[in-house]
C-alpha cells in the first residue's frame, strides 16, 4: 500500500493564490484589504517566528497587518485596552494575540476582550460555541487548515474512528468536534485523548485517523499506529541540536520515519499542519472584512 506525504506547504501555496486574487477583487472594487491586529508580548522566540510568518504571509496577498508589541512586564489592563481600541477601530477586522501569554495575563480574559466579530482566531466563547451549533463562526485556524487537508487529499472521514490526542481550546476540542460533525469531511466517531487517558496507545491503535496535538516530541510511535492509518502531526517543539545553526530542530509530537512507514498519509513537521494554519487564519481575516459570518 502506498504513503503519501501531505504537503501542507505547497497546499497553502494554492491558498494563497486564491486570498491574493480575492483581494485583488476587493480592491478593484474601490475596498479597502484586510486588516489584522497581531499583538505580541515579550520575545519568545518561537512566538517571533509565527508572527514573522503571519505578517509575511499577510504581505504576501496583500492584507494590510499591524503588530502591537508590548514588553513582558506589560498589564493585563494595557492590553485590555488596546484590544478595546482595536474592536472599535474600522479599519482593523481581525484581532488575535499571539499565545503563550505571561503568567499575570488570564488567556481567557484576553479571547473574551476580542469581540467576537474580530476574533478571527476562532477562541472566543461565543464562536467556539457557534461551532459546537454548526453555526457560521470563525473556526480555530489549525483546525481549519487540517479540514481543508483532509479535503484537498480526498480522505475519507465517514464513519471512521477518529482518535484526537490532545484537548486544548486551541486544537484538539474544536478539531473533535469538526471531525464529528455530520458534514463533509466529518462524521467520524471520536475518541478525544488527553494526559489522564489511561493506556494511550490502546486508543491511538484502533485509529483510522490520528490526530496528535501534544505537544510532546516523538511521543507517538510505530507501535501505537495501526497499519494504513491517517496521522495528522499538529506538535512543534523545539528540541536542542547542536548540529543545526539554529541550535534546535522542530519535532512533531509522531515519531516520524517509522510511523511513515506503515501509514496512508502522514503530515511532516514542519511543512504539514503549520503552513495551513496560517491560512485559517487569512482566511477568517478575509470573511471578517466580508463581515459575512453574523449576517
Ligand atoms: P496544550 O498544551 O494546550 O494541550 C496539549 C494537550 O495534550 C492537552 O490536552 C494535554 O492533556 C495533552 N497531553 C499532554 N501530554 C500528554 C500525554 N502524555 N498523553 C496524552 N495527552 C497528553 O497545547 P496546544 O493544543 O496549544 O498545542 C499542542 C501542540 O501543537 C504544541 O506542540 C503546539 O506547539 C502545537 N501547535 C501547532 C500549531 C501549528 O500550526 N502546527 C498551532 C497550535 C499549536 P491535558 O488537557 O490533560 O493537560
Excluded at 497546499?11 to 486564491?18: I, V
Excluded at 511532516?268 to 481575516?285: A, D, H, K, Y
Aim: charged share 20%; aromatic share 6%; proline share 5%.
Amino acid at each position: 500500500m502506498g504513503m503519501t506525504i501531505i504537503d501542507g506547504k505547497q497546499t497553502a501555496e494554492e491558498y494563497k493564490a486564491l486570498l491574493k486574487q480575492e483581494v485583488n477583487v476587493l480592491v478593484a472594487t474601490g475596498k479597502r484589504p484586510p486588516g489584522l491586529a497581531i499583538l505580541l508580548i515579550g520575545n519568545n522566540g518561537a512566538s517571533e517566528t509565527y508572527v514573522a510568518n503571519k505578517l509575511k504571509t499577510c504581505h504576501d496577498v496583500g492584507f494590510n497587518a499591524s503588530l502591537f508589541r508590548f514588553e513582558n512586564t506589560v498589564s493585563e489592563n494595557e492590553i485590555l485596552n488596546c484590544i478595546n481600541e482595536l474592536n472599535f477601530n474600522s479599519s482593523i477586522d481581525g484581532v488575535i494575540v499571539q499565545s503563550p501569554f505571561p503568567n499575570h495575563i488570564s488567556p481567557q480574559k484576553i479571547n473574551e476582550a476580542i469581540h467576537p466579530a474580530k476574533d478571527v482566531d476562532g477562541f472566543h466563547p461565543m464562536n467556539a460555541g457557534r461551532l459546537q451549533q454548526n453555526k457560521p463562526c470563525y473556526i480555530a485556524a489549525t483546525p481549519k487548515g487540517i479540514m481543508q487537508l483532509i479535503e484537498k487529499y480526498k480522505i475519507e472521514t465517514q464513519g471512521k474512528h477518529c482518535v484526537v490526542v490532545g484537548r486544548s481550546n486551541i486544537v484538539g476540542m474544536p478539531m473533535s468536534i469538526l471531525l464529528s460533525r455530520n458534514s463533509k469531511p466529518g462524521n467520524c466517531t471520536v475518541t478525544i485523548c488527553h494526559s489522564k487517558t489511561v493506556d494511550l496507545a490502546s486508543y491511538t491503535k484502533r485509529a483510522d485517523i490520528l490526530i496528535a496535538a501534544i505537544g510532546s516530541p516523538e511521543l507517538i510511535t510505530a507501535a501505537m499506529v495501526k497499519e494504513g492509518a491517517v496521522v495528522i502531526d499538529v506538535g512543534i517543539t523545539r528540541v536542542a541540536d547542536k548540529a543545526t545553526k539554529s541550535g534546535y530542530k522542530l519535532k512533531g509530537d509522531i515519531k516520524y520515519d517509522e510511523v511513515a512507514a506503515k501509514c496512508s498519509f502522514i503530515t511532516p513537521v514542519p511543512g504539514g499542519v503549520g503552513p495551513m494554519t496560517i491560512i485559517g487564519l487569512l482566511q477568517n481575516t478575509l470573511l471578517a472584512t466580508k463581515n459575512a459570518i453574523y449576517n
